[in-house]
């Protein structure tokens, strides 16, 4: 019976992944074969065609079969009228798509991507989209514009917030797992959605850090850094992926054929279709590389965007291009037939309406909230504990003076892109410490400041409140606006008068537990010494107070790690753990050697970083066999102790370096991690077993390959610290 229910749950979990691994259905694909051959140029046109929201000239245009997909519209009944007209007053009946920035919830909002990565529990970022899949397919979306998995090196870009940070191979773990829990094991079932990768391609590189803006990178960078989350997406299965608004090397990346057409679609087999991001075809003419809206069309599709999103340059106006064989029709057949594929993996011809009444079942269901609050508890980071003024000792404890704009505020949690959130869910740090104190322990709030303006009038009100407390907690950051898309900062220190304020209440002697509310990494160097604690808190979701209220009492043990480096300045930037070395690195001295004069080259806090209120020791680092050939497995041991006096969970992570190679590696890579929990005093034995084809890279002719050599095995529980031994490959006789 066990061997019969896992076969079962094989053919299910390989369901989901027929389109990444480029397996089509001959039933489906004879189906899209037979519509298409019906279809007129306009309406094949049409499906190739999204639109933002509807009016009655989109309404006419729907009834003509000549247009294929809605973003923006919300709500099962409404949803349900827009498709009612496709599929029974169109000719063809072609139902549509709906789309929506479902990005990290529906209506329960779930912490901010950047934050959740923090967490590297990928079961429960899984969980957490199966979730908002849920509740945005019962109000009648389809498609939701996520997950975003560009890597992201500056934390200027604004968008640093929608991603899993600054590694590939983190990347492409959370990537995967966001994929596989939006579309679930079956496209078909109306409770999922169909996943889009973006922004494809290089859009986290964004020149200086500014939305929108260049990226020049080497092929090389693209493949190693760039692309592997995009790949992950797609080896999952993911039906959908979006063009990026950037140009890479001079080509913008909605008219870039090598990396749509010749990796995407060629080397990868991917068989789902390409939207473009809004407008970003119609933008071709702002690049310089077309004259107007109908030759962009052209570059488009020609590059590989089947969907044009809110640009209105793929037009009947083609069909003369086609005419005159300027335009190849196959070209267009393609798109559609991609675009049908994906709506038959849908099952929407079969069951193209919603049912309105699952929405009550669902939206803000009890389970999502408590998924929402364990995902936020374990996104929190602790940066810094100086005599372990946390947790916070309820029996000493009599009164807190709660400081900052953001202590009871219910905007910010909710971040960058809330969908449907609702700051009537949210709770915030004050009502966190409510709920968890009762009147027990006197909570003493003062704003102090705004975020955004300069006015020091509620310092000494703030003052006052501290003088009467035995421990100042403030919540301080940004407020929701200021990172996500189109906010690109060129100044990462706390706005407004925040920091001003932390020196001022640092005056009072008392200690103070600072904790961030941000969507960035945030440089903290003009007032991290003037703190006792540091708790990355970022932006929550609907339960930020809760989860900060259950980690400053030690309720929860933190054991979040960060997935992007915080600088000491924006000077440093960009800066990430896996860089190069120079001909001459800091390592020594000399004058003569890559670094600043004025500042370590070191961040304030590295990748991977995090503290717990326990303490993880690393011991006995063995590798079972040293010698290994490019087809073998590395299996690598080391023992991970408890060694203080209460439970904690540590995210053990594996880095390699290869120590000689053809081309120049990066000094460490992650390779794997494990989170692990341990009750104090316990150890355990970790084992990771890597492929050795995992330590390979692109040789000067661009080929994957592993190449023979020494390589540095790193294994501890951050990016700076932990055990090192070396294994061989050696090459194949």
């Keep these: 019976m066990k061997n019969i229910i896992r076969i079962v749950l094989i053919f299910g979990f390989s369901k989901a992944l027929l389109l990444g691994q480029g397996i089509l259905s001959a039933d489906i694909e004879q189906k899209v074969d037979v519509l298409l051959s019906q279809m007129t140029f306009a309406e094949k046109i049409g499906q190739m065609t999204q639109f933002s929201g509807i009016n009655e000239d989109y309404e006419a245009l729907v009834r003509k079969g000549q247009i294929g997909s809605f973003l923006n519209v919300i709500g099962a009944e409404e949803t349900n009228r827009i498709q009612k007209i496709a599929v029974e007053e169109s000719r063809l009946g072609i139902p549509l798509v709906i789309g929506l920035d479902v990005i990290h919830g529906y209506r329960t909002i779930f912490p901010i991507p950047l934050a959740a990565s923090a967490s590297w529990d990928t079961v429960l970022i899984r969980k957490a989209a199966e979730i908002a899949a849920k509740e945005a397919a019962s109000a009648g979306i389809h498609w939701t514009f996520a997950p975003m998995v560009d890597i992201a090196r500056d934390a200027r870009w604004g968008r640093i917030a929608e991603g899993a940070g600054e590694d590939p191979f983190l990347g492409a773990a959370v990537a995967r797992a966001q994929v596989l829990g939006f579309q679930g094991e079956d496209l078909s079932d109306p409770l999922t959605l169909l996943a889009c990768a973006k922004h494809y391609v290089g859009y986290g590189a964004a020149e200086g850090g500014r939305d929108y803006n260049t990226v020049d990178v080497s092929e090389r960078t693209l493949r190693e850094i760039y692309l592997p989350p995009f790949k992950a997406a797609v080896d999952a299965g993911v039906g959908t992926l979006m063009s990026a608004f950037n140009e890479i090397g001079g080509v913008p990346t909605s008219a870039n054929q090598f990396t749509l057409r010749t990796i995407l679609k060629g080397e990868w087999g991917f068989n789902g279709f390409v939207v473009s991001d809004w407008n970003s075809i119609g933008e071709l003419v702002a690049h310089g590389i077309a004259k107007d809206r109908l030759e962009a069309g052209v570059k488009g599709l ?418 700076i610290d932990g055990l090192t031994t070396t294994v061989e490959v050696v090459r194949l006789k």
């Design 302 to 719: 020609t590059a590989g965007i089947d969907m044009d999103m809110e640009g209105r340059c793929y037009t009947s106006d083609m069909e003369a291009l086609v005419a005159d064989e300027i335009l190849s029709e196959e070209l267009i057949n393609d798109a559609v037939r991609r675009i049908l594929r994906i709506k038959f993996y849908l099952g929407l011809f079969e069951h193209p309406y919603i049912d309105e009444n699952i929405q009550k079942e669902l939206i803000l269901h009890r389970d999502h909230i408590q998924t929402a609050l364990d995902l936020a508890r374990e996104s929190i980071v602790l940066l810094k504990n100086e005599k372990s003024v946390l947790p916070l000792n309820r029996k000493k404890l009599n009164s807190i003076a709660l400081i900052g704009p953001l202590a009871n505020d219910k905007d910010s949690p909710l971040g960058t892109w809330r969908c449907q959130g609702r700051q009537e869910d949210v709770v915030t740090v004050y009502e966190g410490l409510k709920n968890k104190f009762g009147d027990d322990v006197k909570i003493i709030y003062v704003k102090g400041c705004d975020v955004k303006n300069n006015s020091c009038s509620g310092f000494d009100k703030a003052i006052k409140a501290v003088q009467k407390a035995d421990v100042v907690v403030m919540v301080m950051g940004e407020s929701a606006d200021m990172s996500g898309e189109a906010a690109s900062r060129a100044d990462l220190n706390l706005p407004g008068v925040q920091a001003e304020l932390i020196n001022a209440i640092a005056e009072t002697n008392k200690p103070i537990v600072l904790v961030l509310m941000n969507g960035r990494p945030i440089t903290l160097s003009n007032i991290e010494s003037k703190v006792s604690a540091i708790v990355e808190a970022w932006q929550l979701g609907i339960q930020h107070g809760n989860a900060v209220a259950d980690v400053l009492v030690g309720d929860v043990n933190p054991s979040g790690k960060l997935t992007a480096t915080f600088p000491r300045t924006v000077g440093q930037i960009p800066i990430h753990y896996n860089h190069k070395n120079s001909g001459r690195p800091n390592i020594s001295l000399d004058k003569f050697t890559s670094k600043y004069i004025d500042l370590p080259s070191s961040p304030l806090y590295p990748f991977g970083y995090g503290l717990s209120y326990t303490e993880f020791k690393y011991t006995g680092i063995e590798v079972e066999n040293n010698r290994l050939a490019p087809s073998d497995e590395l299996v690598v041991n080391i023992n991970v102790k408890n060694a203080g006096s209460c439970d904690g969970v540590e995210i053990v992570q594996f880095y390699i370096r290869d120590l000689v190679g053809s081309v120049t590696r990066p000094v460490k890579e992650l390779k794997g991690f494990q989170r692990v929990s341990l009750k104090a005093g316990e150890l355990k034995t970790v084992q990771f077993r890597i492929p050795v084809r995992n330590l390979g890279a692109y040789d000067l002719d661009m080929n994957y390959t592993v190449e023979p050599g020494e390589f540095s095995i790193m294994v501890g529980g951050n990016s």
